[in-house]
Nanobody
């Protein structure tokens, strides 16, 4: 079992920054592919950033490239999502997810992830 706890969400003005954290327990982080998803109101949940087990492969959705950065700290068993230049359309509930299956590629779809956090709300005011 893997437990994921997100933190760092909140209300921010457009152009501002937030850093989300996802603390993992139950399994060491270096055995997990990790992803950050988001679900805006009334829309589907989509991957915004993913990072492979060893950090060697990173994926970003086109909508966040150049603004968001995903990173992992194995010593703290924590994954981060640094979000800069936030826009109103970034408003969503953000979820951390973990994939425990073998493989080298970052999973792109929610169905490939085995464990999910409870989500943290990010609201960007324009």
């Amino acid at each position: 079992q893997v437990q994921l706890v997100e933190s760092g969400g909140g209300l921010v003005q457009a152009g501002g920054s937030l850093r989300l954290s996802c603390a993992a327990s139950g399994r060491i982080l270096r055995t997990l592919h990790m992803g950050w998803f988001r679900q805006p109101p009334g829309k589907e949940r989509d991957l915004v950033a993913g990072i492979s087990r060893n950090g060697g492969t990173i994926y970003y959705a086109d909508s966040v490239k150049g603004r968001f950065t995903i990173s992992r700290d194995h010593a703290k068993n924590t994954v981060y999502l640094q979000m800069n230049s936030l826009k109103a359309e970034d408003t969503a509930v953000y979820y951390c997810a973990a994939d425990t299956l073998p493989g080298v590629q970052v999973p792109k779809t929610g169905g490939e992830y085995d464990y999910w956090g409870q989500g943290t709300q990010v609201t960007v005011s324009s």
